[in-house]
């Protein structure tokens, strides 16, 4: 087996996660433009949804493919955000990799292995840290700050969601899938389908069903324009009738799984027959019995047959004189979907008594013969259905590639809705009292930096200007660690340098170079609780200058117990949480992240903290480009001036985006580089392992 491997470098990494990022950025937002692919073969992928361009990309490095893994598994999950994850995605490792470059400076005078042992290390260290940032302190910053910031779909006094209210999300989702050219026309559709299909119904059960099964909840006409896009009340099956005798008034609908002519005999059954005379008696048998069951279904009332496989003529002909109409070869998803949503199970005529009455059976207003485009389908309407009312989406497209666009939009709408409408969960492994004491007071300073932040909009357009006009930047003063930061890698505005600089809310640490990457041993300890414990130690902030205590404190394992018991019940982003559009949430996230790198007491957080916050605000940024020069340090100014003032987040903002989403967002970013910092080497076989012979033994191997 012929093998090669290699070593993953961080600043490959970033490489690869930058050349991806910038296929991307351009579509980002309400005004990004379209993504025209093109293939070998000749075909060509115009879309705007990053994930399926990411999909299409044929990329040969396995951590490339890795990072597009980690976006499918994402957007399968919120059905949106692939472009914004590799845009995070990029910026936090090229951040990670400018830390890097200024920590290993000392290893310069020891040997190259060495060298790279003592980075690897560095590198499981920060994906540890990584990972403990994302449950012990991200979650608690959403939980106690960030939650007071969310609005709600719902009203005050009402728990069903308003029309007015569901548009605006769906608006928003679409905006930023499709254009702004058919995002109005799909919104409405989608949130006339969902009003449709929940009606009277349980919601989160009615989401997860269309999820599942969408792609037998909607047909794609070819060669309309979108406009001729509807909603049909019922089910359109893909296929057409074998068998068709119209019937009127209700119609009972059965449906088999097997073949109801049964052969000579069952699979892995050897019949013998001697003589042409026990051939056509078992034939003749057979045929009787086809006919007594057909017979029986007509007894029973039963109008229409739904089949998974296809019947013999002999079915055919009895049905069409018993007059029952076939359908056949409908596909399991389809079968599955009828079952689910009726409640019913198939008639099994190999098992079940042909003599006894059939009661599972389903009942439908209409069976009827339906035209779309050069097709022929059946439509069918369910009636008594206790999980969903089935209605069914007919996406129309002047080309295969438009209607396939709209197919994704729609499907991942729902998707989207079905993570806003349910509770997320949070873990929090601190003193929600201790902890909130440091996080309540950034409310109370953002009241204090008013001349700050008019001087830092000044300073931004300054440096939005110079960037335009080619100007070298200086350096920017900061941590001894990093000194070789400049202005240009952080794109020209750096919030937190600022805050730090006139807020004065605390000194600049000077720590040791080797301090950040220097391996502990007591960090990667063989027992899980201990290693939680001892980074949990350095996750806690700082002591408090006014009383001189500290914030937060780690618990005894009884006080933690009691202290988790009382919070675990508000420990959830609350169903149908929103926030406005823009980067409004990523801006927050940032402010109160940002002010726990300031109060906490291990350097090593506190930076990795400092960077995922920087990081946050590449999402504002690049949503902020296509607009007027200064849209961004305004659009900041206007979150903290409303963070300090206790007013709601820009009520103008009339689009909404889920607040869930935009959290399961940033984790699985989080999670996806910590997966990626663990890789340490990269081996790829080139050749398959052969199939040792049955007839070889261990000797002779």
Not at 2 to 22: F, H, I, K, M, W
Not at 308 to 313: D, M
Not at 420 to 440: I, R, W
Not at 653 to 659: D, F, M
Request: proline share 3%; hydrophobic share 35%; with cysteine.
């Amino acid at each position: 087996m012929a093998t090669t491997a290699s070593r993953v470098a961080l600043g490959r990494l970033a490489q690869e996660a930058a050349a991806l990022a910038g296929v991307v950025r351009g579509s980002l937002g309400p005004e990004g433009g379209q993504v025209l692919l093109t293939r070998p073969t000749g075909e060509v992928l115009l879309s705007r949804d990053g994930r399926r361009v990411l999909e299409a990309l044929n990329v040969e490095s396995p951590t490339a493919r890795m990072m597009i893994t980690c976006i499918s598994t994402h957007c399968s999950l919120t059905g949106d955000g692939a472009k914004t994850f590799i845009i995070l995605l990029s910026a936090l490792l090229q951040g990670l990799e400018r830390l890097g470059k200024a920590e290993f400076s000392f290893c310069k005078n020891i040997q190259e292995r060495e060298a790279h042992e003592e980075k690897c290390y560095g590198l499981k260290q920060i994906s540890q840290f990584l990972m403990m940032i994302q449950m012990h302190i991200l979650d608690h910053i959403v939980i106690q700050d960030l939650d007071k910031q969310f609005s709600s779909v719902f009203s005050a006094y009402d728990t069903k969601i308003s029309r007015s209210a569901m548009e605006s999300v769906l608006e928003a989702y679409f905006c930023g899938k499709v254009g702004n050219n058919k995002q109005k026309f799909l919104s409405q559709l989608s949130c006339n389908y969902y009003f449709k299909a929940t009606t009277g119904k349980n919601q989160s059960e009615v989401l997860h069903l269309v999820d599942e099964y969408f792609a037998e909840l909607h047909t794609t006409v070819v060669g309309l324009p979108v406009s001729s896009s509807r909603i049909l009340n019922g089910l359109v099956l893909h296929r057409d009738f074998a068998v068709y005798c119209p019937a009127d008034g209700d119609k009972r609908i059965l449906i088999v799984t097997e073949p109801i002519q049964s052969a000579l005999s069952d699979s892995g059954v050897e019949v013998v027959i001697t003589a042409s005379s026990q051939y056509w008696t078992s034939e003749i048998w057979i045929t009787k019995r086809t006919e007594i069951i057909i017979k029986q279904m007509q007894q029973n009332n039963i109008k229409v047959l739904l089949s998974s496989v296809k019947q013999q003529e002999t079915v055919h002909y009895c049905a069409k004189t018993s007059g029952i109409s076939v359908v056949e070869c409908l596909s399991p998803e389809e079968i599955s979907l009828i079952c689910r949503i009726t409640g019913i199970s198939p008639f099994r005529p190999s098992l079940d008594s042909i003599q006894c009455e059939i009661t599972e059976f389903a009942v439908a207003d209409f069976c009827q013969p339906l035209q779309l485009g050069s097709r022929r389908y059946v439509h069918i309407g369910l009636t008594k259905t206790p999980a969903l009312q089935p209605h069914c989406v007919i996406l129309c497209g002047p080309v295969h590639g438009v209607t396939e666009q709209h197919v994704c939009a729609f499907h991942g709408a729902f998707k989207m809705l079905r993570q806003m409408f349910t509770a997320v969960h949070l873990n929090e492994g601190c003193d929600p009292k201790a902890q909130s004491q440091y996080l309540s007071k950034a409310a109370h300073n953002s009241k204090q930096c008013t001349a700050a932040q008019q001087h830092f909009m000044e300073e931004s357009s300054d440096s939005i200007h110079d960037q335009a006009c080619g100007e070298q930047r200086r350096p920017c003063e900061h941590d001894a660690r990093c000194r070789t930061f400049h202005e240009s890698e952080l794109d020209s505005v750096d919030l937190q340098r600022l805050y730090q600089k006139y807020n004065c809310l605390r000194e600049t640490r000077r720590m040791d170079k080797n301090e950040f990457l220097e391996y502990s041993p007591n960090l990667y300890t063989t027992v899980e609780n201990d290693t939680s414990r001892n980074i949990l130690e350095q996750l806690q902030p700082s002591k408090d200058n006014c009383t001189g205590q500290r914030p937060g404190t780690l618990l005894t394992h009884k006080e933690s117990n009691k202290s988790n018991t009382q919070s675990n019940l508000n420990s959830f982003i609350k169903v149908g949480s929103v926030v406005p559009v823009g980067g409004i949430f990523e801006i927050l996230l940032h402010y109160y992240l940002s002010y726990y790198a300031k109060q906490c007491q291990s350097p090593n957080v506190s930076i990795l903290c400092s960077l995922v916050a920087d990081v946050l605000l590449n999402v504002p940024k690049t949503l902020c480009r296509a607009q007027k020069r200064n849209a961004f340090p305004q659009l900041y100014l206007k979150v903290t001036n409303a963070l300090g003032n206790t007013q709601q987040l820009l009520t103008n903002k009339k689009s909404l985006e889920s607040v869930s989403c935009k959290y399961q967002l940033v984790v699985s970013v989080l999670h996806c580089t910590a997966r990626l910092l663990s890789i340490d080497l990269i081996i790829r076989i080139k050749r398959l392992p052969q199939k040792a012979e049955e007839s070889d033994s261990e000797d002779d191997l």
